[in-house]
């Protein structure tokens, strides 16, 4: 991952915090921020010691805010496609990402920056963060998923208004929507979002992905076939050293040392 430019990799413990750091473009997605991401993850998702991720945005202003506009410009219909598929790529590779993300959100979060945010697993925001696709203010759509994400994420009618004005809501606003999972204020964002990582990550790590993997999963299949699903994926659990660790450490009134097996 040495080539970076845009986004920054750094380790806490077995955590990693991926920085988009594009900050005097408000963090704006360009297509080599996009490519970055993509590798990134693709990378991260081979690491065995990797419990979580953070994503954030460099700067005191922004998450991200959106696409590139610069770029957008100069789309034709052809490359529009491209441009869409390979947003969507990358961000369904953070959704199925197989350990928790979770996105930081510290300032803007606008179109794609939004949308990225929605594939994130879990979102914490700053008091100052604002929510928005204003996509249609540029006379486009939302093209990496914020026509798809943020209605099941919040419902139908509030997406719709969200999407249709393409008005920013407040940190506030959004958690009261479902969108975020709290609000913190900004210079505890890092360690409030760490902190929430650590309570996910302390459970058993192949547990905490089967879980995240039947949710995402019974999104794109019918009731039957999900519960099927899950099934099967409860009875894996059975193999794991970590459902042993888990039951045994209850019964004998102590802390679980899952290994993640
Ligand atoms: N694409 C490209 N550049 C962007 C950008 C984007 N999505 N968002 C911000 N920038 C750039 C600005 O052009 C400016 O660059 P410059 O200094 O070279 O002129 C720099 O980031 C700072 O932004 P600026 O607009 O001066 O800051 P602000 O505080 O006045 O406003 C925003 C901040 C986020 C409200 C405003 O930049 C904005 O509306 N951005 C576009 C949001 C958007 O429509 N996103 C969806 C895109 S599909």
């Given at each position: 991952?040495?080539?970076?430019?845009?986004?920054?990799?750094?380790?806490?413990?077995?955590?990693?915090?991926?920085?988009?750091?594009?900050?005097?473009?408000m963090n704006?997605?360009?297509?080599?921020?996009?490519?970055?991401?993509?590798?990134?993850?693709?990378?991260?998702?081979?690491?065995?010691?990797?419990?979580?991720?953070?994503?954030?945005?460099?700067?005191?202003?922004?998450?991200?805010?959106?696409?590139?506009?610069?770029?957008?410009?100069?789309?034709?219909?052809?490359?529009?496609?491209?441009?869409?598929?390979?947003?969507?790529?990358?961000?369904?590779?953070?959704?199925?990402?197989?350990?928790?993300?979770?996105?930081?959100?510290?300032?803007?979060?606008?179109?794609?920056?939004?949308?990225?945010?929605?594939?994130?697993?879990?979102?914490?925001?700053?008091?100052?963060?604002r929510f928005?696709?204003?996509?249609?203010?540029?006379?486009?759509?939302?093209?990496?998923?914020?026509?798809?994400?943020?209605?099941?994420?919040?419902?139908?009618?509030?997406?719709?208004?969200?999407?249709?004005?393409?008005?920013?809501?407040?940190?506030?606003?959004?958690?009261?929507?479902?969108?975020?999972?709290?609000?913190?204020?900004?210079?505890?964002?890092?360690?409030?979002?760490t902190a929430?990582?650590?309570?996910?990550?302390?459970?058993?790590?192949?547990?905490?992905?089967?879980?995240?993997?039947?949710?995402?999963?019974?999104?794109?299949?019918?009731?039957?076939?999900?519960?099927?699903?899950?099934?099967?994926?409860?009875?894996?659990?059975?193999?794991?050293?970590?459902?042993?660790?888990?039951?045994?450490?209850?019964?004998?009134?102590?802390?679980?040392?899952?290994?993640?097996?």
């Amino acid at each position: 991952m040495s080539d970076l430019k845009y986004v920054r990799v750094e380790w806490d413990q077995d955590l990693a915090v991926v920085t988009v750091d594009r900050a005097e473009k408000m963090n704006a997605l360009n297509g080599d921020v996009i490519a970055e991401l993509g590798t990134v993850f693709q990378d991260l998702a081979e690491d065995g010691d990797l419990r979580g991720v953070i994503l954030t945005g460099a700067g005191e202003r922004a998450f991200v805010a959106g696409a590139d506009i610069g770029e957008l410009a100069t789309m034709d219909a052809m490359t529009g496609v491209q441009v869409s598929r390979q947003g969507q790529r990358v961000f369904s590779l953070i959704e199925r990402f197989p350990r928790p993300v979770l996105a930081a959100v510290g300032g803007y979060a606008l179109g794609g920056g939004c949308e990225l945010a929605l594939a994130c697993h879990i979102r914490v925001a700053s008091e100052n963060a604002r929510f928005g696709l204003p996509e249609v203010g540029l006379g486009i759509i939302p093209g990496y998923g914020g026509t798809v994400r943020l209605a099941r994420l919040v419902g139908l009618g509030r997406a719709i208004e969200m999407t249709l004005t393409g008005e920013m809501i407040t940190a506030e606003r959004a958690e009261s929507l479902g969108l975020v999972s709290r609000v913190v204020p900004r210079e505890d964002l890092l360690s409030e979002a760490t902190a929430l990582l650590r309570k996910v990550t302390a459970n058993g790590p192949v547990a905490v992905s089967k879980a995240l993997e039947s949710v995402y999963h019974a999104l794109d299949v019918a009731l039957a076939d999900a519960l099927t699903y899950e099934s099967s994926l409860f009875g894996l659990m059975a193999s794991t050293e970590d459902m042993k660790e888990g039951m045994t450490a209850f019964l004998e009134k102590r802390k679980p040392d899952f290994r993640g097996r």
